[in-house]
């Protein structure tokens, strides 16, 4: 996941390993310093459209799909694409920004997704004075219904 960020996005794979934790923290998957693994549950199979709000705002996070499934596609509504990801893809995409949901699966999915949550970006401006070159969250123009 960190070798697939370097390749798209190397600025922010050089940001994401620059500046150091505090209390000797380490990151947890890679570049990234956040990861989480999505088992399932009840209904481990849809999710409903949002965007991860304590992501970094124009960061990345990286989601790798697995399991035994069919169906179950990605909807990335702002980019109007619909992606069949099958066991074992990759996607990289800015998921605090892009309004996304996936379609309910037959089968086990599951996915792991690393991440950097805003906070640890806000911590380096104040502790690194790193320079943080985005806009404010807005309000979306996607009309749910």
């Known amino acids: 996941m960190s070798g697939l960020l370097g390749q798209v996005a190397p ?3 050089k940001q994401f ?6 209390n000797e923290l380490k990151r947890l998957c ?3 310093l956040g990861c989480v693994v ?3 549950g009840n209904d481990p199979n849809q999710t409903n459209i949002h965007r991860d709000a304590s992501e970094a705002l124009y960061g990345y996070s990286c989601l790798v799909s697995c399991g035994d499934y069919t ?3 990605l909807i990335l509504y702002d980019l109007e694409i619909i992606l069949e990801l099958n066991a074992g893809d990759m996607i990289l995409f800015p998921d605090a920004v892009i309004h996304h949901n996936n379609n309910a699966a037959e089968g086990n999915r599951c996915s792991v997704v690393a991440f950097t949550q805003e906070n640890v970006y ?3 401006n104040r502790e690194y004075n790193m320079i943080l070159r985005r806009k404010t969250r807005g309000k979306s123009s996607l009309k749910i219904k």
């Open 38 to 40: 999505n088992k399932g």
């Open 30 to 32: 890679g570049a990234w």
């Open 122 to 124: 806000n911590y380096w």
């Open 71 to 73: 169906e179950g596609e």
């Open 11 to 13: 600025g922010v794979f």
């Open 17 to 22: 390993q620059l500046y150091p934790l505090p």
